[in-house]
């Protein structure tokens, strides 16, 4: 099955800077991958997406990039503010959704 | 409008009783999936329904676990015999089509945290 692997497991940065989080997959059949934020105590919530025949899409301060020859894709977040502090997952679908590890942001003002 | 609901939100139990994990999707959408999140951990894929039938029990760790879901809509996980190991957080999500694509968005409820002493 698919194996989506997440860095880094935490970042803190500094509120104004700019986060970038890593995932890369196996399975080069793999066509959608949606990131997730999570808040503490509530679910995942869907912040953007891609899909496989688009190699880089942006809203307002985030954007993901996705390299299908390397299998990896990223999370940008510019303008960092501590509300963007929480975890955030990656994940890749291939038949079924496999999420990466998780990434513990932490936005210090 | 209502997001997902699960209940209850906590559910503390004794090592060998069952427990029953409910999850009320959002109105009109055919495909749930259930997820167990461990503590730091990524997502864990359990089980995909579309309607009432379940297409893939691939990700139920053993027979200990089960899930229905009736009238296309409320779905129960049942852990039976709960382990220690069961401790973790259930997540159910829905989506509106469940195509099998996956490109339809997954809205997620907030999760039940089981602790299993």
């Known amino acids: 099955g698919e194996n989506v692997e997440q860095h880094p497991s935490t970042l803190s940065v500094q509120e104004g800077d700019s986060a970038v989080i890593k995932c890369t997959y196996s399975?080069?059949?793999?066509?959608?991958f949606p990131w997730y934020k999570q808040e503490l105590g509530k679910g995942p919530q869907l912040i953007i997406d891609?899909?496989?025949?688009?190699g880089e899409k942006k809203d307002q301060r985030i954007a993901v990039t996705l390299n299908k020859t390397a299998k990896h894709f990223s999370l940008h977040i510019t303008e960092t503010q501590p509300e963007d502090s929480a975890v955030y997952f990656c994940?890749?679908?291939?038949?079924?959704?496999?999420f990466g590890s998780g990434t513990k942001l932490n936005v210090k003002p | 409008g209502a997001g997902v609901s699960q209940s209850p939100s906590n559910k503390v139990t004794e090592k060998g009783k069952d427990v029953e994990l409910r999850c009320d999707p959002i109105?009109?959408?055919?495909?749930l999936y259930w997820y167990r999140q461990s503590l730091g951990q990524g997502l864990e894929f359990l089980i995909y329904?579309?309607?009432?039938?379940?297409?893939?029990k691939s990700g139920l760790p053993s027979d200990r676990f089960s899930a229905e879901r009736t009238g296309g809509s409320v779905s129960t996980l049942t852990i039976q015999r709960t382990q220690q190991e069961d401790s973790a957080v259930y997540l159910c999500?829905?989506?509106?089509?469940?195509?099998?694509?996956?490109?339809?968005?997954?809205?997620f409820g907030p999760g039940t945290r089981l602790t299993v002493l």
């Open positions: 994940a890749a679908w291939m038949n079924k959704f496999y």
């Open positions: 399975d080069s059949a793999s066509n959608y």
């Open positions: 109105s009109g959408h055919t495909a």
């Open positions: 891609i899909r496989s025949n688009v």
């Open positions: 329904f579309q309607g009432n039938s379940a297409p893939d």
């Open positions: 999500a829905s989506s509106l089509a469940g195509s099998g694509s996956g490109t339809d968005t997954q809205y």
